[in-house]
Protein backbone atom coordinates (compact mmCIF):
# COMPACT_ATOMS: atom_id res chain seq x y z
CA UNK A 1 0.00 0.00 0.00
CA UNK A 2 1.06 3.33 -0.68
CA UNK A 3 -1.29 5.49 0.69
CA UNK A 4 -3.42 4.63 3.85
CA UNK A 5 -5.70 6.75 7.04
CA UNK A 6 -3.84 8.27 9.62
CA UNK A 7 -6.67 9.20 12.36
CA UNK A 8 -4.25 11.73 15.04
CA UNK A 9 -6.65 11.56 17.81
CA UNK A 10 -6.60 8.20 18.29
CA UNK A 11 -2.91 7.60 18.01
CA UNK A 12 -1.93 10.39 20.19
CA UNK A 13 -4.27 9.26 22.96
CA UNK A 14 -2.76 5.41 22.41
CA UNK A 15 0.98 6.93 22.78
CA UNK A 16 0.78 9.46 24.92
CA UNK A 17 3.29 7.63 27.03
CA UNK A 18 5.77 6.55 24.55
CA UNK A 19 9.29 8.15 24.32
CA UNK A 20 10.34 9.77 21.14
CA UNK A 21 12.55 6.71 20.61
CA UNK A 22 9.95 4.40 21.24
CA UNK A 23 7.17 6.71 18.98
CA UNK A 24 9.76 6.62 15.97
CA UNK A 25 9.93 2.66 16.27
CA UNK A 26 6.32 2.57 16.07
CA UNK A 27 5.77 4.82 13.09
CA UNK A 28 8.78 2.75 11.39
CA UNK A 29 6.80 -0.78 12.30
CA UNK A 30 3.44 0.78 11.00
CA UNK A 31 5.36 1.71 7.58
CA UNK A 32 6.85 -1.54 7.32
CA UNK A 33 3.41 -3.60 8.23
CA UNK A 34 1.41 -1.20 4.96
CA UNK A 35 4.21 -1.64 2.70
CA UNK A 36 4.83 -5.17 3.01
CA UNK A 37 1.08 -5.93 3.51
CA UNK A 38 2.38 -8.45 5.74
CA UNK A 39 2.79 -9.06 9.94
CA UNK A 40 6.27 -8.13 11.03
CA UNK A 41 8.65 -11.23 11.00
CA UNK A 42 8.66 -12.84 14.42
CA UNK A 43 12.13 -13.19 15.04
CA UNK A 44 13.60 -9.93 16.50
CA UNK A 45 16.48 -10.02 14.94
CA UNK A 46 14.48 -9.40 11.58
CA UNK A 47 12.11 -6.90 12.66
CA UNK A 48 14.80 -4.35 13.72
CA UNK A 49 17.02 -4.79 10.52
CA UNK A 50 13.56 -4.13 9.08
CA UNK A 51 13.12 -0.65 10.93
CA UNK A 52 16.83 -0.03 10.96
CA UNK A 53 16.80 -0.38 14.93
CA UNK A 54 20.96 -0.59 15.70
CA UNK A 55 21.73 0.81 18.63
CA UNK A 56 20.75 -1.39 22.53
CA UNK A 57 18.20 1.46 22.94
CA UNK A 58 16.50 1.01 19.61
CA UNK A 59 16.31 -2.97 19.71
CA UNK A 60 14.70 -2.42 23.33
CA UNK A 61 12.24 -0.21 21.84
CA UNK A 62 10.97 -2.59 19.01
CA UNK A 63 10.56 -5.34 21.34
CA UNK A 64 8.88 -3.20 23.51
CA UNK A 65 6.31 -1.70 20.92
CA UNK A 66 5.73 -5.05 19.33
CA UNK A 67 4.63 -6.72 22.74
CA UNK A 68 2.41 -3.52 23.69
CA UNK A 69 0.53 -2.66 20.32
CA UNK A 70 1.21 -6.46 17.93
CA UNK A 71 0.00 -9.46 18.77
CA UNK A 72 2.52 -12.70 18.11
CA UNK A 73 1.19 -15.24 15.91
CA UNK A 74 2.86 -17.89 13.82
CA UNK A 75 2.66 -15.64 10.63
CA UNK A 76 4.99 -13.36 12.93
CA UNK A 77 3.45 -9.44 14.68
CA UNK A 78 0.15 -9.18 13.82
CA UNK A 79 -1.55 -5.73 14.23
CA UNK A 80 -5.25 -5.70 14.11
CA UNK A 81 -6.03 -2.07 12.84
CA UNK A 82 -3.65 -2.57 9.94
CA UNK A 83 -4.75 -5.83 8.89
CA UNK A 84 -8.35 -4.30 8.67
CA UNK A 85 -6.99 -1.13 6.23
CA UNK A 86 -5.23 -3.66 4.24
CA UNK A 87 -8.23 -5.72 3.90
CA UNK A 88 -10.33 -3.24 3.07
CA UNK A 89 -8.10 -1.31 0.63
CA UNK A 90 -7.44 -5.12 -1.42
CA UNK A 91 -11.44 -5.03 -1.70
CA UNK A 92 -11.47 -1.59 -3.27
CA UNK A 93 -8.51 -2.84 -5.62
CA UNK A 94 -10.90 -6.27 -5.94
CA UNK A 95 -13.31 -4.64 -7.36
CA UNK A 96 -11.74 -1.58 -9.87
CA UNK A 97 -9.82 -4.78 -11.03
CA UNK A 98 -13.15 -6.14 -11.82
CA UNK A 99 -14.68 -3.12 -13.73
CA UNK A 100 -10.93 -2.36 -15.37
CA UNK A 101 -11.53 -6.15 -16.90
CA UNK A 102 -15.54 -5.68 -17.93
CA UNK A 103 -14.46 -2.57 -19.81
CA UNK A 104 -11.59 -4.45 -21.30
CA UNK A 105 -13.97 -6.89 -22.26
CA UNK A 106 -16.08 -4.76 -24.21
CA UNK A 107 -13.57 -3.27 -25.79
CA UNK A 108 -12.60 -3.54 -29.29
CA UNK A 109 -9.72 -6.49 -30.16
CA UNK A 110 -6.64 -4.98 -31.22
CA UNK A 111 -4.94 -6.14 -34.27
CA UNK A 112 -2.55 -8.60 -34.07
CA UNK A 113 -0.86 -8.42 -37.63
CA UNK A 114 1.86 -6.49 -39.03
CA UNK A 115 1.51 -3.86 -41.68
CA UNK A 116 2.05 -5.46 -44.43
CA UNK A 117 -0.69 -8.28 -43.36
CA UNK A 118 -2.92 -5.17 -42.43
CA UNK A 119 -2.53 -4.05 -45.87
CA UNK A 120 -3.10 -7.18 -47.39
CA UNK A 121 -6.14 -7.91 -44.81
CA UNK A 122 -7.38 -4.64 -46.14
CA UNK A 123 -7.47 -4.79 -49.86
CA UNK A 124 -9.48 -8.45 -49.37
CA UNK A 125 -12.08 -6.74 -47.08
CA UNK A 126 -12.59 -3.98 -49.97
CA UNK A 127 -12.86 -6.89 -52.60
CA UNK A 128 -15.36 -8.73 -50.48
CA UNK A 129 -17.61 -5.62 -50.05
CA UNK A 130 -19.61 -6.13 -53.47
CA UNK A 131 -20.19 -9.44 -52.90
CA UNK A 132 -21.53 -8.91 -49.50
CA UNK A 133 -23.77 -5.67 -51.10
CA UNK A 134 -25.13 -7.73 -54.22
CA UNK A 135 -27.41 -9.93 -52.23
CA UNK A 136 -29.64 -10.57 -55.42
CA UNK A 137 -26.08 -11.29 -57.66
CA UNK A 138 -25.85 -14.64 -58.82
CA UNK A 139 -23.44 -16.79 -56.83
CA UNK A 140 -20.83 -18.22 -60.49
CA UNK A 141 -19.84 -21.26 -57.91
CA UNK A 142 -22.47 -23.80 -57.64
CA UNK A 143 -21.02 -25.16 -54.60
CA UNK A 144 -19.94 -22.82 -52.36
CA UNK A 145 -17.89 -23.42 -49.29
CA UNK A 146 -18.84 -21.45 -46.19
CA UNK A 147 -14.81 -21.31 -44.89
CA UNK A 148 -12.78 -20.99 -47.91
CA UNK A 149 -9.48 -22.08 -47.59
CA UNK A 150 -6.90 -19.26 -46.61
CA UNK A 151 -9.88 -16.99 -45.49
CA UNK A 152 -9.65 -16.14 -41.74
CA UNK A 153 -12.36 -17.22 -39.23
CA UNK A 154 -10.83 -15.32 -36.71
CA UNK A 155 -11.00 -11.89 -37.71
CA UNK A 156 -12.25 -9.82 -34.59
CA UNK A 157 -10.95 -12.30 -32.24
CA UNK A 158 -8.67 -10.71 -29.52
CA UNK A 159 -6.51 -11.74 -26.19
CA UNK A 160 -8.17 -12.52 -22.95
CA UNK A 161 -8.61 -9.21 -21.20
CA UNK A 162 -5.47 -8.30 -18.90
CA UNK A 163 -6.75 -8.08 -15.57
CA UNK A 164 -4.50 -6.28 -12.65
CA UNK A 165 -3.16 -8.72 -9.49
CA UNK A 166 -5.24 -7.14 -6.60
CA UNK A 167 -1.62 -6.25 -5.27
CA UNK A 168 -1.15 -3.63 -7.76
CA UNK A 169 -2.63 -0.25 -7.69
CA UNK A 170 -3.92 0.81 -11.02
CA UNK A 171 -3.19 4.78 -10.76
CA UNK A 172 0.82 3.13 -11.06
CA UNK A 173 0.34 0.84 -13.50
CA UNK A 174 -1.23 3.15 -15.57
CA UNK A 175 1.39 5.55 -15.24
CA UNK A 176 3.69 2.85 -16.20
CA UNK A 177 1.51 2.19 -19.58
CA UNK A 178 2.17 5.95 -20.12
CA UNK A 179 5.23 6.51 -19.58
CA UNK A 180 6.22 3.21 -21.98
CA UNK A 181 3.68 4.95 -24.64
CA UNK A 182 5.40 8.13 -24.33
CA UNK A 183 8.86 6.16 -25.05
CA UNK A 184 6.87 4.68 -27.87
CA UNK A 185 7.72 1.59 -26.57
CA UNK A 186 3.48 0.25 -25.36
CA UNK A 187 3.43 -2.55 -23.51
CA UNK A 188 2.24 -6.13 -25.48
CA UNK A 189 -0.18 -8.94 -23.65
CA UNK A 190 3.47 -11.17 -23.21
CA UNK A 191 5.40 -8.22 -21.91
CA UNK A 192 2.49 -7.49 -19.51
CA UNK A 193 2.86 -10.60 -18.10
CA UNK A 194 6.63 -10.48 -17.85
CA UNK A 195 6.36 -7.51 -15.65
CA UNK A 196 3.65 -8.67 -13.40
CA UNK A 197 5.62 -11.88 -12.91
CA UNK A 198 8.76 -9.46 -12.36
CA UNK A 199 7.24 -7.48 -9.74
CA UNK A 200 5.56 -10.61 -7.90
CA UNK A 201 8.85 -11.82 -7.77
CA UNK A 202 10.74 -7.94 -6.20
CA UNK A 203 7.47 -8.25 -4.08
CA UNK A 204 7.93 -11.65 -2.47
CA UNK A 205 12.03 -10.06 -1.44
CA UNK A 206 10.07 -7.56 0.50
CA UNK A 207 9.78 -4.82 -2.72
CA UNK A 208 6.77 -2.61 -2.88
CA UNK A 209 5.37 -2.88 -6.25
CA UNK A 210 4.01 0.89 -5.92
CA UNK A 211 7.16 1.99 -5.18
CA UNK A 212 8.89 -0.21 -7.70
CA UNK A 213 6.49 1.33 -10.59
CA UNK A 214 6.95 4.29 -9.52
CA UNK A 215 10.56 4.31 -9.00
CA UNK A 216 10.74 2.97 -13.24
CA UNK A 217 8.15 5.78 -14.30
CA UNK A 218 10.50 8.25 -12.70
CA UNK A 219 13.66 7.48 -14.28
CA UNK A 220 11.92 6.50 -17.86
CA UNK A 221 12.72 2.48 -17.55
CA UNK A 222 11.26 0.12 -19.84
CA UNK A 223 11.07 -2.01 -16.94
CA UNK A 224 10.84 -2.85 -13.26
CA UNK A 225 13.75 -3.46 -11.03
CA UNK A 226 14.44 -3.95 -6.96
CA UNK A 227 14.84 -0.78 -5.04
CA UNK A 228 17.51 0.34 -2.81
CA UNK A 229 18.49 -0.84 -0.07
CA UNK A 230 17.83 2.18 1.72
CA UNK A 231 14.51 2.67 0.37
CA UNK A 232 13.25 -1.42 1.63
CA UNK A 233 11.56 -0.40 5.34
CA UNK A 234 10.03 2.78 3.90
CA UNK A 235 9.77 2.05 0.70
CA UNK A 236 5.89 3.46 0.55
CA UNK A 237 6.28 6.12 3.02
CA UNK A 238 9.34 7.30 0.75
CA UNK A 239 6.75 8.39 -1.56
CA UNK A 240 6.54 12.19 -0.19
CA UNK A 241 2.73 13.31 -0.40
CA UNK A 242 1.27 9.44 0.74
CA UNK A 243 2.87 9.72 3.64
CA UNK A 244 0.31 9.06 5.72
CA UNK A 245 -0.09 6.69 8.26
CA UNK A 246 -2.37 4.67 10.70
CA UNK A 247 -2.66 4.45 14.15
CA UNK A 248 -4.00 1.91 15.68
Not at 211 to 229: E, F, N
Amino acid sequence: MNFYPFHIGDYASATAHLSVLEDGIYRRLLDCYYTREAPIPADLRQACRLVRAQSKDERQAVEDVLREFFAETPEGWRHGRCDAEIAKANEKKTKAAQSAAKRWGNAPAMPTHSGGDANADANADANAMPTQCEGNAPNPNPNPNPNPKGKRQTQGAGAPPFVLPDWVTAEDWQAFEAMRKQLRKPLTPRARELVIAELDKLRSQGHAPAQVLQQSVRKGWQDVYPLKADQLPLAQGAQGPNWARSGL
